[in-house]
């Protein structure tokens, strides 16, 4: 259906800001499973690939991860099931110390999973120039301050 632009004006920001991130996050989650990844398994190899370690160099715990995530779990508590699986296949491991680091597997998932995201990001800003997506940011930031939350918060 095509709406005109006062009809847009009256139509409900929750359920379009809803329905957008619904279907980009079913999008994402696709694209990923056709890799044999699900998203929170490839942002654990993400933090681990990137040597975004404790600040002791020391690998990740399963904690120390999960609290690097927290924003993105939704209404999960951690990522407990996802490491195991990725435990299972070999794509990280688990010292002595219970920290996990990734393996040459890992690496070779997270660079096929990485490789997707310019094509990926290419298609879900199909058709929207960079001016209009910076103007729906930061309208979708304001928004978020209007009702007394902080868009820095949110995990971005």
Do not use: F
């Not at 991130?21 to 890799?35: D, K, M, P, Y």
């Not at 058709?127 to 978020?144: C, P």
Request: charged residues 30%; contains cysteine.
């Amino acid at each position: 259906m095509e709406y005109t632009d006062a009809e847009l004006a009256r139509q409900p920001i929750g359920y379009w800001s809803g329905a957008a991130h619904r279907a980009i996050i079913a999008c994402i989650r696709g694209e990923l499973a056709a890799l044999g990844l699900s998203q929170p398994q490839y942002w654990v190899l993400r933090y681990l690939s990137a040597g975004d370690l404790s600040p002791d160099g020391q690998g990740l715990t399963l904690a120390e991860l999960t609290d690097r995530v927290r924003t993105y779990l939704g209404d999960r508590d951690d990522l407990e099931a996802d490491v195991a699986d990725l435990l299972e296949r070999g794509w990280i491991t688990r010292d002595a110390g219970h920290r996990l680091w990734i393996t040459e597997a890992g690496k070779e998932a997270h660079a096929r999973g990485k490789a997707h995201a310019p094509g990926l990001r290419a298609r879900i800003h199909d058709g929207i120039d960079d001016a209009d997506y910076v103007t729906t940011l930061k309208v979708l930031r304001r928004m978020i301050r209007n009702v007394g939350d902080d868009p820095d918060a949110s995990g971005t």
